[in-house]
């Protein structure tokens, strides 16, 4: 079965961290991008973090500096690291491969408090 699943969400308080992982199944993964995305309540869902297959990475203007996307090819697994967290981070963040037109997900909650 062909699936992505994230893990790691949870509450922290401001100035905390988390890591996000999505590990892939069922499908190749080093020949894709891969992405996180989110989505507040009542918002756009909205790209966070891309990285390549070489390894090339965007990051949203909101998370430079804060956040790091990595993989890891051999455990075909995208990771988010997330560091220095706001409030207006509170969202549900979705992985999301470029595979065929595109494979998302379920979701992780992560909630900062202030």
């Known amino acids: 079965q062909v699936q992505l699943v994230e893990s790691g969400g949870g509450s922290v308080q401001s100035g905390g961290s988390l890591r996000l992982s999505c590990a892939a199944s069922?499908?190749?993964?080093?020949?894709?991008?891969m992405a996180w995305y989110r989505q507040a309540p009542g918002k756009q869902r909205e790209l966070v973090a891309r990285v390549t297959p070489d390894d090339s990475t965007n990051y949203a203007d909101s998370v430079k500096g804060r956040f790091t996307i990595s993989r890891d090819n051999a455990k075909k697994t995208v990771y988010l690291q997330m560091n220095s967290l706001k409030p207006e981070d509170t969202a549900v963040y979705y992985c999301y491969s470029a595979r065929s037109s595109g494979l998302w997900g379920q979701g992780t909650q992560v909630t900062v408090s202030s």
């Open positions: 069922g499908m190749l993964f080093n020949i894709y991008v």
